[in-house]
């Protein structure tokens, strides 16, 4: 077997998407591609615009953009990469591109991003998915249906039980509620919702650290309902009947615990991961404690995705000022569970 070979074997390609380009994602590509943490561990393969990166590399007097591969010769070619490459998916004029501002054209151009390397990771052509951030409002000016990337997967992976987890050394929130508004929450909860997060959640962290977890559950309303004086009785009816079903698994899990009191210093030390009923409920605590190492992980997908857990940034959109660890941190991850899974 060749040198090249061996390497090809070895390590995992992990796509890298750009995510929108008039945001900090195409300087943070042009770190990741040169940073030797991640060439040790895997092949990355950054997905965007290739006149961009080029655009951004020049603004920033930083090294030109290495290999750079048309996406149509990819599923010709990918089993010869062995280096840190460049697909470039047609999409819109570099040139037309203004950073910091929110467009249609980078919208669609960031939804294109995460098609493709969806899709070839559906193919067996990229072993894993890191995202750059993408801007909401610019999806939607692209009249794309979706709030985010984690509905984006979950409907072309075809994935019906999903949920989003962000995960770092210092803490770790899963979340049963996403993208959507508050007064949505309480109608969007059920025990099969709730259990479903508390088993993915489980899973997840097993491959993750090698070991059974110890999870909390977050009850929704203050004082986790007071026995049903606040709230419609959620926690009651739908919250502490799954954390049964998740013991009755097997599954070393407690709650609902008031969410006021859940992230205290004592319960962190109690606990490897939370399950929270809506976004902020977990992305405050976990923002607030570990915002440059947190990885978004989207849970129950037949592919695996990490992402950042920031936005696009726009304004120090390229500008050279991004950090990109939170980048690193997923694409570390992701290269991780690729090769646990071989």
Not at 36 to 62: K, M, Y
């Amino acid at each position: 077997m060749t040198a090249l070979e061996q390497r090809q074997r070895r390590l995992p390609r992990i796509a890298i998407t750009m995510g929108d380009p008039a945001g900090i994602g195409p300087e943070l590509c042009l770190q990741l591609l040169r940073d030797e943490r991640l060439t040790s561990l895997c092949i990355p393969v950054v997905v965007g615009n290739a006149g961009v990166l080029a655009r951004v590399a020049a603004q920033l007097q930083w090294p030109t953009v290495p290999r750079i591969l048309p996406a149509q010769q990819w599923p010709d070619v990918w089993r010869t990469i062995a280096q840190a490459t460049v697909i470039d998916v047609p999409s819109l004029p570099a040139a037309a591109v203004e950073p910091g501002v929110v467009s249609a054209a980078c919208g669609r151009a960031a939804y294109d991003f995460i098609l493709w390397a969806i899709d070839e990771a559906l193919a067996d052509r990229v072993d894993a998915i890191a995202t750059g951030p993408i801007h909401k409002e610019a999806l939607h000016a692209a009249g794309i249906p979706f709030p985010g990337h984690t509905e984006i997967l979950a409907h072309r992976t075809g994935s019906q039980q999903w949920c989003m987890m962000l995960t770092s050394p210092t803490i770790t929130c899963s979340l049963v509620t996403a993208h959507v508004g508050y007064r949505e929450v309480p109608e969007l909860l059920s025990v099969e919702r709730i259990l479903t997060t508390i088993e993915l959640t489980a899973d997840a962290l097993h491959r993750i650290r090698g070991r059974q977890p110890r999870l909390l559950v977050c009850g929704l309303n203050p004082h986790a309902g007071e026995h049903g004086l606040f709230g419609q009785g959620e926690e009651e009816r739908f919250i502490a009947p799954a954390i049964a079903a998740a013991r009755a698994e097997g599954i070393d899990v407690q709650g609902p615990l008031p969410p006021d009191t859940a992230f205290l210093p004592k319960y962190r030390t109690q606990c490897d991961a939370y399950v929270c009923m809506y976004h902020d409920q977990g992305l405050i605590p976990l923002k607030t404690l570990a915002f440059d190492e947190a990885v978004n992980v989207t849970l129950g997908l037949p592919i695996i995705r990490t992402s950042v857990d920031h936005g696009t940034a726009f304004d120090i959109a390229w500008k050279g000022r991004a950090d990109v660890s939170s980048f690193v941190h997923a694409v570390q991850l992701a290269a991780r569970l690729a090769a646990s899974g071989d």
